[in-house]
């Protein structure tokens, strides 16, 4: 996968911008930043931030999986390199202006997972985003939000 703006097969919306891509955070990240494992070069530079100012939307399912999430208190934490959900998530954050909704799905939210999240998207722990629980998501109005 390499190009994701680019011309290619697919419906695009105002300004040749993709409406919907779909993929891993790893595939989505391989097409706009490159891999060294990747012989295809990755999409342009101009390009990918023109890309990334465009989202409106980023859902990532299972997130306590795409994240490093520390387990428990007693975990110790070594500098590691970030995941492709985190990296793609931050630079949707950095380039939009905060203006790009990010939803986050997982069966296991806590506090660790919510402090990550906050981090990855450049937050203070105190603006950490809300949980919304299955029972407050059916009385919610879709339109409101």
């Known amino acids: ?3 994701t703006v680019g011309g290619g097969a697919g419906r695009t919306g105002r300004g040749g ?8 955070a790893k595939g989505v990240a391989t097409s706009l930043f490159g891999n ?4 295809a070069p990755p999409t342009s530079k101009p390009k990918a931030k023109f890309f990334l100012k465009n989202v409106r ?6 997130v306590d999986r795409l994240l490093n ?4 208190r007693s975990e110790k934490r070594f500098k590691r390199h ?6 793609l998530a931050s630079s949707v954050a950095r380039q939009t202006l ?11 939210v806590g506090r660790p997972l919510r402090r990550e999240l906050a981090r990855v998207l450049g937050l203070t722990p105190g603006e950490c ?17």
């Not at 985003?129 to 339109?143: L, Q, S, Y």
């Open 17 to 24: 911008i993709p409406r919907i891509v779909v993929g891993s």
């Open 82 to 87: 970030e995941k492709p959900a985190a990296v």
């Open 129 to 145: 985003p809300p949980v919304v629980r299955p029972a407050a998501a059916e009385t919610m109005n879709v339109a409101e939000g």
């Open 1 to 3: 996968p390499t190009d």
């Open 98 to 108: 905060g203006r790009a909704q990010i939803v986050a799905a997982s069966a296991t």
């Open 57 to 62: 939307w980023l859902v990532m399912d299972e």
């Open 69 to 72: 999430v520390k387990k428990s």
């Open 36 to 39: 060294e494992r990747t012989a």
